[in-house]
């Protein structure tokens, strides 16, 4: 039957419109090969017709769909799980900007746009596009909205969900719902929109969508600094958050250490200034002239207070990506090697001090050796967190203790009111551990909305949260 049905799908998508054996390896395991699955084939449909063509087909033959964007998400939640036959659905063909409007200060664009076209459209018309990270050369939109990702401006201008205006989605059964509406304003009952962000692929596939554009500060200028005292980071903060004011689009905090295993790798990199420390920030206003005044005084303040002990400030556009790249470059997954423990949490933004100092003591009192680091999103109390361990993967002493060190720090990031799991989504590596985030009541009733969008269960299962596997279902009971 499967032989058939990848027959029927090579027919109705055309020779360009799949890819299976070979050409289909980077689709079937995630950009760290940490999770691989098994598909018939990889469906590259055009347009939100072939899409729902697809879909239908494969609601009528039972056969499970996978939506990828730029498989850029680190969690394995756009791989395939499981042994029922599935098919991977890439939005990469369906990558074109529709429309600019710069009076609505929105954009129109497919599912499979890259994230540094929208910013690129954005600009040609004067205006800014707020979602922004490491990955926006290959994350795609329909990834961002299905992860409701985060980034690098959140702190001033929300997360993906702060930027979607209305969507088109394939429903599971291979309806199409036109959502594509620019409204600011709508009281008209459920907004429907918000079921789809962060969804993961469980209840549709997200072909299209109006995002929200901003208008396009003037400049950007960012100071890269030592801190003086990191149990005073919240001080710090709220020091460039009083001077900055609508000014500040980014605070992040990145450790010493990672600096200089970045630019020891990559030649690119120059090191913005020869103090050593074991934290620095990087702290961005964005406005007129005065921004430059701002910083200053922001840094004269802390100097003063002893938050701060140096600073170099960006003076033109080379030094400005020089910081950003810097910052890019930071994730340890590019510089170290070995078993990595990973989290994307947030907790509570006056808490991210003292949550750090604990992390590190329940993660050495397991495990002497680990190593901790954290660098993230501080104005949103998010960090990018992650634990090495000594040992080898695969020696059951190892394997627990890691078991050991995840559960000790789940149960901290609770304890601290926190999330598991705050970008990326959840994806198969939170799917087990995520059950300790809510209550049973919050469980049933997400089990209830994927069973009333998909009762055949075809969508991304074992993904995100799905009562029909494994140790989830008695979540939902
Ligand atoms: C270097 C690096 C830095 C990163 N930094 C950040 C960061 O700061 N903040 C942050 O939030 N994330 C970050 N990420 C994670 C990642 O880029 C985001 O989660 C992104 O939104 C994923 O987009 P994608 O197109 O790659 O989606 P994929 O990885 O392909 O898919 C992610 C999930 O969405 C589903 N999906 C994808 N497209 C659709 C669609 N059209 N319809 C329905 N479901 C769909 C998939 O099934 C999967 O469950 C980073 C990743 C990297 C590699």
Redesign the pocket.
């Known amino acids: 039957m499967s032989n058939e049905a990848v027959a029927e799908l090579k027919e109705l998508l055309g020779p360009r419109g799949w890819l299976e054996g070979e050409d289909a390896a980077t689709y079937v395991a995630d ?1 760290r090969g940490a999770y691989r699955g098994v598909a018939l084939l990889v469906a590259r449909p055009a347009s939100t017709e072939e899409v729902a063509a697809v879909v239908r087909l494969c609601n009528r033959r039972g056969i499970v769909i ?9 969690c394995g ?2 791989v395939p799980r499981g042994d029922r036959p599935c098919i991977i659905l890439s ?1 990469a063909r369906m990558n074109r900007v529709i429309s600019v409007d710069p009076l609505r200060y929105s954009v129109t664009a497919e ?2 746009c890259i994230v540094q076209s929208i910013h690129d459209a954005a600009a040609d018309v004067d205006r800014a596009f707020a979602l922004d ?3 926006r050369g ?3 939109i ?6 409701n ?4 401006n959140v702190l001033r201008f929300g ?1 993906t969900r702060d930027q979607v205006l209305g969507v088109e989605v394939v429903l599971p059964d291979g309806r199409v719902w036109n959502g594509l509406r620019a409204l600011r304003k709508d009281s008209s009952g459920y907004d429907l929109k918000h079921l ?1 962000i962060g ?3 469980t209840l ?4 299209r969508a109006v995002m929200r554009l901003h208008p396009r500060p003037p400049r950007d200028q960012t100071m890269y600094a030592s801190v003086g005292d990191v149990s005073r980071l919240m001080e710090l903060f709220a020091l460039a958050r009083s001077i900055g004011d609508a000014n500040l689009t980014a605070f992040e905090l990145i450790p010493g250490h990672m600096v200089d295993r970045a630019i020891a790798k990559y030649p690119s990199l120059t090191r913005p200034m020869e103090t050593r420390a074991e934290w620095f920030v990087l702290v961005r206003f964005s406005g007129r002239d005065e921004i430059t005044e701002k910083l200053e005084t922001f840094f004269g303040e802390a100097v003063e207070r002893g938050l701060l002990t140096d600073a170099a400030l960006a003076q033109n556009m080379a030094q400005e990506q020089n910081l950003w790249n810097l910052r ?1 470059e930071i ?1 340890p997954l590019k510089l170290m090697t070995g078993k990595m423990l990973k989290w ?1 949490a947030s907790v509570p933004i006056d808490r991210i001090v003292p949550f750090l100092a604990e992390c590190e003591q329940r993660a050495r009192a397991i495990h002497a050796p680990s190593k901790v680091i954290a660098f993230g ?1 501080v104005g949103d109390g998010n960090l ?1 967190m992650s634990i090495w361990p000594e040992g080898k993967p695969g020696d059951p002493v190892f394997d627990k203790l890691c078991k050991d060190i995840v559960s000790a720090i789940d149960d901290l990031i609770w304890s601290y009111g926190g999330s598991i799991c705050a ?3 959840v ?1 198969v590596e939170n799917f087990e551990r995520v059950r300790g985030q809510k209550t049973p009541l919050e469980f049933g009733m997400m089990a209830s909305i994927r069973a009333l969008f998909d009762p055949k269960g075809i969508m ?1 299962p074992g ?2 949260f799905d009562p029909a596997y494994g140790e989830a279902r008695d979540a939902a009971e």
Do not use: R, Y
């Open positions: 950009i996978v939506p990828q964007g730029g498989n850029t998400g680190l939640g756009a939005l599912a499979g990270w490491g990955a290959s994350a795609t329909g990834g961002a909205i299905s992860t990702a985060g980034g690098m997360n789809f969804a993961e692929g549709g596939i997200v072909t890019d994730p994307d999103h990018h970008e990326h989504g994806g991304n993904k995100m």
